[in-house]
T-cell receptor, first 111, second 110 residues
Framework: QKEVEQDPGPLSVPEGAIVSLNCTYSNSAFQYFMWYRQYSRKGPELLMY????GNKEDGRFTAQVDKSSKYISLFIRDSQPSDSATYLC???????????FGTGTSLTVIP | DAGITQSPRHKVTETGTPVTLRCHQT?????MYWYRQDPGHGLRLIHY???????DKGEVSDGYSVSRSKTEDFLLTLESATSSQTSVYFC?????????FGEGSWLTVV
């Protein structure tokens, strides 16, 4: 069993829709949770970073962590064609220097 | 901008030839990483470094070696390139429990 599971999609939504991206994990030691956006032929770009449980909001993006369920989510409100990319989740424990990644979800926002 | 530069950005090489990819950081971070990314597999760790001359293997280290003689530079070497090493390679640095990536090096082995 992989440490981090992420549905690869692809996910296709109309412009303006609310998008929900999710990852599950198995290691209860994970404390730091990240979401990356990766455009085609580019490197992953850090989008959201949260510590432990709870929500964090940044503009149209909300990251949510439920440690009791070992489940994290990224919500995108009012999705735009420029949000079309692959989204990767990542996490690490308190040791802080080993990172575990989902395989990424491909998102297309249709104008 | 995470201050990571990878070179070369694109390379085509022949099977059996040695290849070195370079990663340069301007942030003075202790931890540096090399990943490869392939469809269906996501990001897989090849090697990482936790200081000058301190390196360790990741999950897909066979066929790869690394060196770090200066804090700012981390080299990945394919001693004898094979077609299975055709991939995109990302260098990364970690800081305060998160990780930042370079723009990638696209390698094709023919």
């Amino acid at each position: 069993q992989k440490e981090v599971e992420q549905d690869p999609g692809p996910l296709s939504v109309p412009e303006g829709a609310i998008v929900s991206l999710n990852c599950t994990y198995s290691n209860s030691a994970f404390q730091y949770f990240m979401w990356y956006r990766q455009y085609s032929r580019k490197g992953p770009e850090l989008l959201m970073y949260t510590y432990s449980s709870g929500n964090k909001e940044d503009g149209r993006f909300t990251a949510q962590v439920d440690k009791s369920s070992k489940y994290i989510s990224l919500f995108i409100r009012d999705s735009q064609p420029s949000d079309s990319a692959t989204y990767l989740c990542a996490m690490s424990s308190n040791t802080g220097n080993q990172f575990y990644f989902g395989t990424g979800t491909s998102l297309t926002v249709i104008p | 901008d995470a201050g990571i530069t990878q070179s070369p950005r694109h390379k085509v090489t022949e099977t059996g030839t040695p290849v070195t990819l370079r990663c340069h950081q301007t942030e003075n971070h202790r931890y540096m990483y090399w990943y490869r990314q392939d469809p269906g597999h996501g990001l897989r760790l090849i090697h990482y470094s936790y200081g000058v001359k301190d390196t360790d293997k990741g999950e897909v280290s066979d066929g790869y070696s690394v060196s770090r003689s200066k804090t700012e530079d981390f080299l990945l070497t394919l001693e004898s390139a094979t077609s299975s090493q055709t991939s995109v390679y990302f260098c990364a640095i970690s800081s305060t429990n998160t990780i930042y990536f370079g723009e990638g090096s696209w390698l094709t082995v023919v």
